[in-house]
């Protein structure tokens, strides 16, 4: 779904900005084999499920949004969850509920790690197939378990918000992309059967605004891109996303935590390569790789706190006044 733009411009229009990857750093793209068998499996599995859990990472929900998603789907009932709600500051959180209000859409925020919100999820899904046995009933069957395939990007957190909810691991899990590559059924009591299918991607990724998202995120095989350029464009869209605070980056976010702020360079813009620089001679003996390696894995740790890296650009209010 593309971010609204009713009412005019916003501070969130900082998140959806364009961010220069170093001219020496090729397109991200990621297709994995085991996506595309997955893929090919996907309509023999939907065709055997009563409801779509689709997962989302809650820091980028709109670049974890796969543009198939509705076509493979059609009218099966679509449960939204926005995992790792526990990454990103309250603002965003209510930011973005309003925002898929807007679009209709209910959403379920999860932390597959601690287990918020996952029994509602769990809940929400055994009251949206009951309608399946009502039906059943009816015609003098017996109810059964309501089917449901938990769908997403990798390393969305899908498995692991099935290991939560059966409450061991079943299936596994770990914080990379590509670790789950084949569907595997899960029993979850009398109530729901939960298919945890691979993560899945596009073909191609049109939009490297997106893609570069979901690199920062770790929700693309780090084959796809370079680090340090990927860490250069993190260090720009920091600077960006102070203006939103929403976003939950202080404005001496890189000085509290490293020691160095980032300055600007002549033309105003952030000297995010010279920050790179100066933070690999301070902390890992000029390194650049490593430092660049550093800063990324302290974002997706949470090292540096919750952040957004994505805002929706929410419809002014009529009468509220704007121009």
Same mark, same amino acid.
């Given at each position: 779904?593309?971010?609204?733009?009713?009412?005019?411009?916003?501070?969130?229009?900082?998140?959806?900005?364009?961010?220069?990857?170093?001219?020496?750093?090729?397109?991200?793209?990621?297709?994995?084999?085991?996506?595309?068998?997955?893929?090919?499996?996907?309509?023999?599995?939907?065709?055997?499920?009563?409801?779509?859990?689709?997962?989302?990472?809650?820091?980028?929900?709109?670049?974890?949004?796969?543009?198939?998603?509705?076509?493979?789907?059609?009218?099966?009932?679509?449960?939204?969850?926005?995992?790792?709600?526990?990454?990103?500051?309250?603002?965003?959180?209510?930011?973005?509920?309003?925002?898929?209000?807007?679009?209709?859409q209910v959403v379920w925020w999860c932390d597959a790690k601690a287990g918020t919100g996952v029994k509602q999820l769990q809940q929400a899904a055994i009251r949206?197939?009951?309608?399946?046995?009502?039906?059943?009933?009816?015609?003098?069957?017996?109810?059964?378990?309501?089917?449901?395939?938990?769908?997403?990007?990798?390393?969305?957190?899908?498995?692991?918000?099935?290991?939560?909810?059966?409450?061991?691991?079943?299936?596994?899990?770990?914080?990379? #992309? %590509? !670790?789950?590559?084949? *569907?595997?059924?899960? /029993?979850? @009591?009398?109530? $729901?059967?939960? &298919?945890?299918?691979?993560?899945?991607?596009p073909p191609r990724l049109d939009d490297q605004q997106a893609a570069l998202r979901l690199a920062l995120c770790d929700d693309i095989g780090q084959a796809a891109?370079?680090?340090?350029?990927?860490?250069?464009?993190?260090?720009?869209?920091?600077?960006?996303?102070?203006?939103?605070?929403? #976003? %939950? !980056?202080?404005?001496? *976010?890189?000085?509290? /935590?490293? @020691?160095?702020? $980032?300055?600007? &360079?002549?033309?105003?813009?952030?000297?995010?390569?010279?920050?790179?620089?100066?933070?690999?001679?301070?902390?890992?003996?000029?390194?650049?790789?490593?430092?660049?390696?550093?800063?990324?894995?302290?974002?997706?740790?949470?090292?540096?706190?919750?952040?957004?890296?994505?805002?929706?650009?929410?419809?002014?209010?009529?009468?509220?006044?704007?121009?």
């Open positions: 779904m593309p971010p609204s733009t009713a009412g005019g411009s916003s501070a969130a229009d900082a998140s959806t900005q364009t961010i220069q990857l170093s001219v020496n750093a090729p397109a991200i793209q990621w297709y994995p084999g085991h996506i595309a068998k997955a893929e090919k499996a996907l309509n023999a599995a939907l065709a055997k499920v009563d409801l779509v859990i689709e997962v989302r990472d809650a820091r980028i929900p709109l670049a974890t949004g796969h543009p198939r998603l509705q076509r493979w789907i059609g009218s099966k009932p679509h449960l939204l969850a926005l995992n790792r709600v526990d990454m990103i500051p309250r603002e965003a959180r209510e930011a973005w509920s309003a925002w898929f209000k807007h679009q209709g949206a197939g009951a309608a399946l046995n009502r039906r059943r009933v009816d015609r003098g069957m017996r109810p059964r378990p309501v089917r449901a395939l938990m769908l997403g990007f990798p390393n969305v957190g899908k498995s692991a918000l099935i290991n939560r909810l059966v409450r061991q691991k079943v299936v596994d899990s770990a914080r990379r #992309a %590509g !670790v789950t590559r084949s *569907l595997r059924w899960v /029993r979850l @009591g009398q109530d $729901l059967d939960l &298919l945890d299918a691979p993560g899945v991607l891109y370079d680090n340090e350029a990927a860490a250069v464009a993190f260090l720009q869209l920091l600077v960006l996303l102070q203006a939103v605070p929403a #976003a %939950g !980056v202080p404005e001496n *976010l890189l000085e509290c /935590r490293y @020691g160095l702020p $980032l300055e600007p &360079l002549p033309n105003g813009a952030p000297d995010a390569e010279g920050w790179l620089r100066a933070a690999a001679e301070r902390h890992t003996s000029g390194d650049k790789l490593r430092m660049a390696t550093k800063l990324l894995d302290d974002f997706r740790c949470s090292r540096l706190g919750g952040l957004a890296l994505e805002l929706p650009q929410l419809p002014v209010p009529t009468g509220s006044g704007a121009a």
